[in-house]
Nanobody, 124 residues
Framework: QVQLVESGGGAVQPGGSLRLSCAASGNIATINFMGWYRQGPGKERELVASTTTTGSTNYADVVKGRFTISRDNAKNTAYLQMNTLKPEDTAVYFC??????????????????WGQGTQVTVSS
């Protein structure tokens, strides 16, 4: 069974920075898509940034120029570098991945996985 474990959340003042990590573990063949979503208080979950195996990236307009997504394929890990944080960035951030796995000796998938979420709070 594959697991996604997030880390790096916390509290920061406006204008500060945080770096989130999402590590995937298990019988992983390949990870096609890795993305970061967030859900603020009273809001729906929204896509913040994503990356594919080809290295292409996609960002929500509200974070362009401030957030950077990257991945280390050897470590099956994705990162979200968040700079110039604003109070409206306060949310629970979730990692999402679409993963091909080895199950019963065969490559199967992709299967969709979510991390447990990590809280990011931006406040003075």
């Amino acid at each position: 069974q594959v697991q996604l474990v997030e880390s790096g959340g916390g509290a920061v003042q406006p204008g500060g920075s945080l770096r989130l990590s999402c590590a995937a573990s298990g019988n992983i063949a390949t990870i096609n898509f890795m993305g970061w979503y967030r859900q603020g208080p009273g809001k729906e979950r929204e896509l913040v940034a994503s990356t594919t195996t080809t290295g292409s990236t996609n960002y929500a307009d509200v974070v362009k120029g401030r957030f950077t997504i990257s991945r280390d394929n050897a470590k099956n890990t994705a990162y979200l570098q968040m700079n110039t944080l604003k109070p409206e960035d306060t949310a629970v951030y979730f990692c999402n991945a679409q993963i091909f796995e080895y199950r019963y000796g065969l490559r199967r998938g992709p299967f969709n996985y979510w991390g447990q979420g990590t809280q990011v709070t931006v406040s003075s």
